[in-house]
């Protein structure tokens, strides 16, 4: 026995460094998975509290364009508004109780920190679980979508951004519906490739990719990108198509998270079609 | 014997700081990516015992995970870094020794010297560290080289920190 403590004594710092690295393993380990309740994320208080006196620093410098970008998306809005196309009927439109529920509702958020140059990139936002947050929900913007939430805490969230290696967006062709996943191939966050469109597809240069709404993450129809080059390899089944992403990430700074109303009762239901196969 | 305790102390924050404010904000077309923060690792006294110096090290690449999501990456590669430095400074002993010498930095040591220590324990860092973050074979080659640019850019910005710092031979 006693030799043993000597052969620990003597090889300490051996044993000591395994011990470290298996801990920073697990750590790493623990951080690829949603509900991991860790404190090692930028959503703890010291870290995210730096963060957002930062950010408050940077949104004053950032103030016209953000509201440029505002206006901009107002625009949009009032646009889609029932009021605003002219009218010929005389009827009213009336709204029923029932046929008017609703499945998706957002939470505004700001971007306290942000990345794009890693292979693997993360947002921290400044809402939680007192607001509603919760993991796996979808995050987006004006004009794109952003990502998947992470880590919850009371008052701030992470986000795994769309530039991540993990990240799989499902996305279709808007002239010819066809759906494929889209992917981040890490080289340029301008850019992402959509996979799995078969080679019967006619792909049109110019033509807009946007969610299907297969995910419950994001809504149907939310424009990400447009279609910028389309290529076949020989022997392959598959186009390799690259779509320049509408979404600026280097420059977000206020996005909305998405709310399904219905996720529950979807999951529910398609766990109960995999249990009876 | 304070002044030492206090320069690291304040070396250690200063790092974090710029590292997660700044740097990490920097990045040259999703290839290039600094640590400077490595340097804290690079510059810690000769005389640290190990077990501090392992324990520092994995703190400072834990704080390092907290701030930019990475879980426990950085502390992972740090620690390697910090088990491999005994070994670096056993092979690249200087002739008269290191008896004079509290701290190995750039003014202390040559350039010569320098040079070999923080290339070799850069390397050793960016390579665990990049292959940890992308954790994927068919990525092997982009990634290797991913780690090689981001080593030269960081030991770039050690060699200028290094000539900005320290006035005299006296510095710790």
């Known amino acids: 026995m006693r030799n043993l403590w000597l052969f620990f004594l003597r090889y300490y710092a051996f044993f000591l460094f395994l011990i470290l690295e298996a801990f920073a393993i697990v750590l790493m380990i623990n951080n690829n998975s949603y509900h991991s309740a860790s404190y090692f994320n930028s959503a703890n208080n010291i870290s995210a509290d730096v963060f957002a006196y930062v950010s408050n620093a940077k949104s004053f410098v950032n103030l016209q364009t953000v509201n440029d970008s505002l206006s901009k998306e107002n625009a949009r809005l009032l646009n889609l508004l029932l009021s605003s196309p002219y009218s010929n009927g005389v009827k009213k439109i009336t709204k029923s109780d029932s046929s008017t529920l609703r499945r998706y509702s957002y939470i505004e958020a700001k ?19 007192l607001q509603g947050v919760k993991p796996k929900m979808g995050v987006i913007c004006g004009n794109g979508i952003v990502g998947t939430v992470k880590d919850v805490n009371e008052h701030f969230c ?29 080289e340029n966050p301008r850019f992402a490739s959509l996979k799995d469109i078969p080679t019967h597809v006619k792909v049109k240069l110019g033509d807009s990719v946007t969610t299907t709404g297969y995910s419950q993450k994001f809504p149907e129809n939310i424009f990400v990108g447009r279609v910028v080059r389309c290529e076949l390899k020989s022997g392959d089944n598959f186009y390799n198509i690259e779509v320049a992403l ?15 109303n219905f996720a529950k009762e979807l999951a529910d239901l398609e766990s109960k079609e995999v249990g009876n196969d | 014997m304070i002044k030492v305790y206090l320069s690291n102390l304040f070396r250690f924050f200063f790092l974090i700081l710029l590292q997660v404010l700044i740097l990490n904000n920097i990045g040259l077309y999703n290839m290039v990516n600094p640590y400077l923060y490595v340097m804290f690792i690079l510059l810690l006294p000769l005389e640290t015992p190990l077990y501090l110096l392992l324990g520092l090290s994995f703190a400072m690449g834990l704080s390092i995970d907290i701030f930019s999501n990475t879980g426990g990456m950085h502390a992972a590669a740090c620690t390697l870094m910090a088990f491999v430095r005994p070994l670096v400074l056993l092979i690249i002993t200087p002739r008269g020794g290191y008896e004079h010498q509290p701290v190995p930095s750039l003014r202390n040591m040559g350039i010569q010297w320098f040079l070999t220590y923080s290339v070799i324990l850069v390397l050793v860092h960016h390579l665990l560290l990049f292959q940890l973050e992308v954790f994927r074979v068919n990525e092997f080659l982009i990634t290797f080289t991913r780690s090689i640019l981001s080593s030269i850019f960081t030991l770039v910005l050690i060699f200028i920190a290094q000539y900005l710092t320290g006035s005299s031979k006296k510095r710790i």
């Open chain 1, 246 to 260: 509408s979404t600026h990430f280097s420059t977000l700074r206020y996005v909305y998270i998405v709310e399904d």
């Open chain 1, 111 to 129: 971007v306290m920190n942000n990345s794009v140059h890693n292979r693997n990139n993360y947002l921290t936002l400044d809402r939680g679980s």
């Open chain 1, 158 to 186: 992470t986000v795994i951004s769309f530039l991540h290696k993990d990240s799989r967006i499902s996305a279709r062709l808007s002239a010819t519906k066809d759906f494929g996943s889209l992917v981040w191939d890490g």
